[in-house]
């Protein structure tokens, strides 16, 4: 895939790996939609040289009204990119009921909402790419991560069965599994050496859909034992995720 005159909606794209994304796109020639709650860090991100357009991912009219824009000004989206999340961590001591469905509402009902903005006009051409980011508390469950956790993991299979159903009318699912990228997995898994910043990211990430992977997982020497985890057994993974997710 040449990313060269491709419209590309980033949705989470005000820091990190999100503005990171943006920047190398349109450094790639692709025509370059953000969002994101924040108008003023929207504008930093696209320095004039994007389409911004502020919106809250769990608002699925909002994102209508976003994809719309996009259409009209760009044209059509052909990539959807969602790294939109909400990372905060639970304490099992004081339980928030509220905290865990604003978590999985960013994280998860945010990604159906970005899918379900786009995904009609890419059944209609038989033409897409939807983009997910998953994390490491998407394989197995870490301390702290009840949450964020299960909104990564539920994302992780909405994108695989999507994927199912969608590649027969021509769409595209990509899943990304980024491991110790700064500013981003060390957020939700402390353990974790951040050795990657969020540019190096951008560029596997770019680098990925172009060569039109169906997963991106980087780097390697971290990511493969990241998936490995999910064969430890269940009564030594208390034990295990202790070790892992303590901070050095």
């Not at 943006?22 to 696209?46: D, N, P, W």
């Not at 009609?120 to 897409?128: K, V, Y």
Request: hydrophobic share 45%; net charge positive.
């Amino acid at each position: 895939m040449d990313l060269q005159h491709q419209v590309v909606w980033v949705v989470g794209a005000s820091t990190g790996i999100g503005a990171a994304l943006a920047r190398e796109l349109q450094a790639r020639g692709a025509k370059v939609a953000i969002t994101a709650r924040s108008e003023q860090r929207l504008q930093e991100v696209s320095g004039g040289a994007m389409l911004s357009l502020a919106a809250d991912v769990t608002d699925p009219a909002a994102l209508d009204r976003v994809a719309e824009r996009i259409t009209a000004e760009l044209g059509p989206v052909d990539i959807l990119l969602m790294t939109a999340a909400d990372p905060r961590p639970m304490d099992v001591t004081r339980w928030d009921r509220d905290a865990f469905a604003e978590v999985v509402n960013v994280s998860l009902v945010g990604a159906s909402n970005a899918i379900g903005a786009v995904l009609p006009d890419m059944l209609r051409r038989r033409a897409g790419t939807i983009v997910g980011f998953i994390a490491p508390v998407a394989y197995r469950g870490f301390p702290a991560q009840e949450a964020y956790g299960a909104a990564k993991a539920g994302l992780r299979n909405l994108l695989e069965a999507l994927d199912v159903d969608a590649r027969p009318h021509g769409i595209r699912v990509t899943t990304v599994s980024p491991v110790g990228v700064r500013s981003f997995a060390g957020r939700s898994l402390p353990g974790i050496p951040q050795t990657i910043d969020p540019d190096t990211a951008a560029r596997a990430v770019c680098d990925g859909l172009e060569r039109e992977r169906g997963e991106i997982a980087f780097p390697g020497r971290l990511a493969t034992p990241v998936k490995l985890t999910r064969l430890a057994p269940r009564a030594l993974w208390p034990v295990l995720a202790q070790r892992i997710s303590r901070r050095p």
